[in-house]
């Protein structure tokens, strides 16, 4: 966003989109909050709250959305010294989370806790692909096995096996490179999170899908990504990308 690699960034804005603060003061209308409360914010904070986006609860398609990431331009991030937001957009952060390590919940947890819950992959006994071992990756995994599913990483190489199995505690492991190894899988996931943010064909992650399973794209690669149609006409399989920013839940 700094160098507007996206073509987006509105400048000048301060960066942060994870924020975790402690409030100062309270408008007169505010009964969500009190000064002293601890509070979580993530990277969408405003929208006219009357589209057909905010009435269904997708305020972060809004036209009139206000981000914390530059997009806007209305508003600045977590490492400006003070910031003003809307209670419907905080959340009573838990006494019992610290600050530091569960900040990460308001932007890398909810974008893979998410679409885990929408499309019904949060069931105990699924076969959950993780793709990517990153920022991402490493908590879609704690969601999963929380959800007592069984985790599948996939990794384009072998280097983070031994982390996946001793740190993170997944059940199996695919190298993406190795044919063998992923025809040895096929078809046996229910869905898969892919977060790798470079760039990589999806068709082998389509192969791993059982009929009816959910490919959800998380990462955002600036080459374009292509599907032959023979790989979805069987099975039924879903592609879809997608960043909600519906966080409050995340902590109920």
């Known amino acids: 966003m700094i160098t507007n690699k996206y073509g987006m960034t509105n400048y000048p804005f301060v960066i942060g989109h994870e924020i975790v603060g402690v409030v100062t003061e309270v408008g007169s209308k505010v ?23 905010c009435i269904n609860g997708v305020e972060n398609n809004c036209p009139e959305e206000e981000s914390t ?17 809307n209670e419907k957009y905080a959340v009573v952060w838990p006494e019992n989370l610290p600050l530091d390590s569960g900040v990460p919940l308001l932007c890398a947890g909810i974008t893979t806790y998410s679409p885990l819950k929408r499309y019904g992959l949060d069931k105990p006994g699924l076969n959950i692909g993780i793709a990517g071992l990153g920022g991402l990756g490493h908590l879609a995994i704690r969601f999963v096995k929380a959800f007592g599913a069984k985790v599948t990483l996939i990794s384009s190489s072998i280097k983070k096996k031994r982390e996946a199995f001793e740190k ?39 192969a791993l899908l059982k009929p009816l399973g959910k490919l959800i794209i998380l990462s955002v690669p600036e080459e374009p990504f292509e599907v032959p149609a023979p790989a979805l006409l069987m099975g039924k399989k879903l592609i879809t990308l997608l960043i909600d920013f519906q966080f409050e839940r995340i902590f109920h």
Do not use: R, W, Y
């Open 69 to 85: 990431d530059g997009f806007s331009g209305k508003n600045f991030g977590g490492c400006s010294n003070i910031m003003v937001v």
């Open 31 to 53: 009964k969500k909050f009190k000064v002293g409360d601890k509070v979580g914010v993530g990277g969408h904070v405003g929208a006219c709250e009357k589209c057909e986006f």
């Open 168 to 206: 993170f505690g997944v059940d199996s492991f695919l190298v993406s490179s190795n044919p063998e190894e992923m025809q040895g899988a096929f078809g046996t996931l229910d869905g898969i999170i892919d977060t790798m943010p470079v760039a990589h064909s999806i068709v082998p992650f389509l």
